[in-house]
């Protein structure tokens, strides 16, 4: 059959090969480090696992739950005043199942075909899928070291800012690991008032944030609740990836819109987890301040130890990410993500992968303890990929 030319828009899955070279060298009984993918290896805490058991004991809570219940909208209403200083009401949530699901759906309540919308690049591949399948155009803004992998929207030209539907911003930064400042912030929405532009804050990583910083929400600066929404996520602070928990949370007239589109497509998130998500955000927290030193004793073992063995990777600000600089004998991305497996059995993620500027670089994964992190650095070390001379692959 002729399937929808909508497939055409998105390329195929630049993580296939790798997966498959991978499982075949594991075969071999050859050690791997696997460090491309971002799903956080510690656990969930206690009372918000047996909180989901208790609530699944119950046979009323495997019905549709229709909504967010009320209980979960006035812990997250709670949180929000607590944690980040912001006061917010209910008509200012909706729930959806992660921030990829979310990004990804956005859209179709946004925008037309056609329309222009602000990614940065390079970015979180959902970012640009979201916009690709509801027909957007994107025009990407860059983020490099010239500015500190930060957004400076005064490099966006004036006739693209006017034809701007929304701009997404992601600060802590995937892949990128750079953390927004005031100043930025305040010029975000400085210039999303100047020439109506919505802001979609991506803000997964408000709790990992490394030497001394502590993470906040856009919603926190004056005017950003005019401008703006942002997706915020159980999944790192609290460990929760595969119970999808998340929310987009602000202006409510654009969260009803979310809210209409995501009635067309669900039922509601499944009880259980709305109680475990309720869990975890009444507390206690400090076992998340605990994760976040650990994530920075992992970000200093890889960093530091890489640039011990010549490599000069930058510490990350924030996130569970590493951004590094690809060798200079090295032009693809990809090409060096298989000779370093096969090399050092080493995995981490193509920058390609992240949009139009990542091509130079790799993201690693803080997903290993510091004493394996120092196994992979020596792998690495031993393999003489760094050294290597010759044309470039």
């Known amino acids: 059959m002729d399937f929808s030319k909508r497939l055409d828009r998105f390329e195929d899955e630049i993580f296939a090969s790798l997966q498959k070279k991978s499982a075949e060298l594991e075969a071999q009984g050859k050690p791997i480090y696997n460090m491309y993918i971002g799903t956080p290896d510690f656990p969930v805490q206690e009372h918000i696992r047996n909180t989901l058991i208790e609530a699944a004991k119950d046979p009323n809570n495997w019905k549709y739950s229709l909504r967010d219940i009320p ?19 209910a008509d200012m949530i909706q729930s959806c199942f992660g921030s990829q699901e979310g990004i990804g759906h956005i859209g179709l309540a946004l925008i037309d075909e056609g329309d222009t919308v602000l990614l940065p690049t390079p970015c979180y591949p959902v970012f640009i899928a979201g916009v690709k399948l509801a027909g957007g155009e994107p025009y990407y803004y860059p983020l490099d070291e010239s500015t500190n992998f930060l957004p400076d929207v005064t490099k966006i030209p004036e006739e693209v800012a006017r034809k701007a539907k929304f701009m997404i911003v992601s600060l802590p930064a995937n892949p990128l690991g750079s953390v927004g400042t005031p100043e930025i912030y305040k010029s975000i929405i400085a210039f999303a008032k100047k020439y109506d532009i919505l802001i979609i804050h991506d803000n997964a990583y408000s709790d990992i944030i490394f030497d001394g910083v502590t993470g906040g929400s856009f919603l926190a600066y004056e005017g950003a609740m005019d401008v703006g929404v942002e997706f915020f996520s159980l999944s790192k602070s609290f460990n929760m990836t595969g119970a999808r928990v998340s929310f987009l949370i602000g202006r409510p007239d654009v969260v009803a819109a ?38 920075e004793e992992r970000r200093n073992a890889l960093c530091g130890g890489l640039r011990s063995i010549g490599w000069n990777v930058p510490d990350s600000k924030g996130s569970m990410f590493v951004w590094a600089p690809i060798p200079e004998h090295y ?19 193509p920058g390609a992968s992240f949009g139009p500027l990542g091509e130079r670089y790799v ?18 070390a031993d393999s003489g990929i760094l050294n290597a001379k010759g044309d470039n692959k």
């Open 258 to 295: 979310f809210r209409k589109i995501r009635g067309q497509i669900d039922f509601g998130m499944f009880l259980p987890i709305q109680y475990a998500a309720i869990a975890a955000l009444r507390g206690p927290l400090d076992g998340v301040k605990k994760q976040c030193a650990l994530y």
């Open 331 to 349: 032009s693809s991305s990809m090409d060096f993500c298989m000779d370093l497996l096969y090399q050092s059995g080493v995995m981490c993620t």
């Open 71 to 89: 209980q979960l909208q006035n812990a997250l209403i709670d949180y929000y005043q607590s944690r980040f200083g912001v006061t917010i009401t």
């Open 363 to 380: 993201r690693f994964a803080l997903v290993l303890p510091p004493e394996e992190i120092a196994k992979a650095v020596q792998a690495i």
